[in-house]
């Protein structure tokens, strides 16, 4: 099983900040990597997939970046919607596996 | 549009059963896989089992294999996940999701969840 690693557990941001968001794979998962927002009481929402490709309707300010074994996810500037958890999930390979989630909070 | 509602969520025993349907609708089931995704209160996402368009790929999680089953009715455009022997670990907000990728997959739209309680 590859497992799927997070950092920092929380990051605490300004508004208009950028916000830096790492994820690791114990293998390596080429680019098959996804980032998911989930806010309070919802579901989560795809941001990215591919490790760099936008899903439909998310704003140009989230980027992901990456490959092989370390990813990245960028806020540029954070909006105050932007408050929330975030997850990757590697599809590599099965067992499909997220990461443990950041939580990205005000400062 | 597509959406995703699930249904069947319940509070049951250990040891007991519980089946939670998935009503989707603006895409076929029979031309997209979908999965089951779980998350226990206030915790992170497991990915729980998956099915294929055609239904002929079935996968699941380890902490879940030969106790739950993934089936589901094209005709009702309906995906279902039939859970016994459950036990307290398995209490979770349960999501369907439709599948993107080829192999393996990520999770392009979610339904809202359906909460599973196991507790005596």
């Known amino acids: 099983e590859i497992v799927v690693t997070q950092s920092p557990a929380t990051l605490s941001v300004s508004p208009g900040e950028r916000a830096t968001l790492s994820c690791r794979a114990s293998q390596s998962v080429s680019s098959n990597l996804a980032w998911y927002q989930q806010k309070p009481g919802q579901a989560p929402r795809l941001l990215i997939f591919?490790?760099?490709a936008r899903a439909t309707g998310i704003p140009a300010r989230f980027s992901g970046s990456g490959s092989g074994t370390e990813f990245t996810l960028t806020i540029s500037s954070l909006q105050s919607d932007d408050f929330a958890v975030y997850y990757c999930?590697?599809?590599?390979?099965?067992?499909?596996?997220f990461g443990g989630g950041t939580k990205v909070e005000i400062k | 549009e597509v959406q995703l509602l699930e249904s069947g969520g319940d509070f049951v025993q250990p040891g007991g059963s519980l089946r939670l349907a998935c009503a989707a609708s603006?895409?076929?089931?029979?031309?997209?896989?979908v999965s089951w995704v779980r998350q226990a209160p206030g915790k992170g996402l497991e990915w729980v089992s998956t099915?294929?368009?055609?239904?002929?790929?079935?996968y699941y999680a380890d902490s879940v294999r030969g106790r739950f089953t993934i089936s589901k009715d094209t005709s009702k455009n309906t995906l279902f996940l039939q859970m016994d022997s459950l036990r307290a670990d398995d209490s979770a907000i349960y999501y369907c999701?439709?599948?993107?990728?080829?192999?393996?997959?990520?999770?392009?739209?979610w339904g809202q969840g359906a909460l599973v309680t196991v507790s005596s």
């Open positions: 999701a439709r599948n993107m990728g080829h192999v393996t997959y990520y999770f392009d739209y």
């Open positions: 099915i294929t368009g055609r239904g002929t790929g079935i």
């Open positions: 603006g895409f076929t089931i029979s031309n997209n896989a």
């Open positions: 999930q590697q599809f590599n390979n099965w067992p499909l596996t």
């Open positions: 591919g490790a760099s």
